[in-house]
């Protein structure tokens, strides 16, 4: 599934491109990804300009319009979705890599196949594709009102990214309990847009097991994590994201952070710092993999 650094390629990604464009029509392909909206609800959205695309934790936000006349649409990817965008003169293609699970993902610049369930054409001829082959992705539109009022983004807790380091050990502590630290890190109402892939190297560039119970963990250590977790978040945005399976960026390449990680993915496998093999275990009904001398 993506995370916040695949979601903020992505992101960033449609913002260069897609900012200015005026909607000429919004086709709604399979309403099953449609959540509170219909396919007359989006095909209403013609005529809107792009302010600007956001995000939200794991969310999507493009803000369309101006004045009274304004809506957000919001795209959760889900587990296999890809939002590209495609400008006019863009060359499409019809390559497809097959992934293990059966689906097949899309590389570069994909066209519409029976996949894509949105395709939003703009007045220049470029297109937005939402493309997902499992459907766990989901669409949603906001009218001109907080995005609090849309209860998948009001009970996400602050964005993991850039946030102060003080105040992140802070909120980890309070939240803490009993759970894990990786059971912690995945809950999305205490630090927003970290999941699995993420978890695994925030915890071993910290040095911590992902299993401790973080209630035990020393402040001092926890600030040590807020830290990491920073930095490894940075470095899957830099590498514009991580593609094992589905993920692609809004231009429909994939990113290279698959290729920079320490150990997710990587279990029974040496340690890329002491050569000790990787050690795999299920952590908050994840699959989770640490080193047993880098990680205390």
Partial sequence: MPELPEVETVRSGLAERMVGEVL???EVRHPGVLEGCTARDLAGLAGSR?????RRAKYLLIRLGDGDRRST???HLG????LTWKAADEPTTDVFKRLVSGYRKSVGAHGVDSHTHLVAKSESGGSLLFRDPRRFGRVLLLGAVADESCPRLSRLGPDAWRADPAAMASILLARCGRRSVKAVLLDQTVLAGIGNIYADESCFAAKIRPDRILSGVSRARLAVLARSIDRVLDKGVRNAGTSFRDFVGSDGEEGSNQ?????YGRAGLP???CRTRLRVATVAQRTT????????
Wanted: hydrophobic share 50%; proline share 3%; charged share 20%.
């Fill in 259 to 263: 290729e920079d990680l320490f150990v």
């Fill in 289 to 296: 993999v640490w080193c047993p001398r880098c990680q205390t």
């Fill in 50 to 54: 792009v302010a600007a695309v956001e």
């Fill in 271 to 273: 340690c890329r710092v």
């Fill in 73 to 75: 649409l919001v795209v």
């Fill in 79 to 82: 587990m296999t979705g890809q």
């Fill in 24 to 26: 000429e029509s919004v």
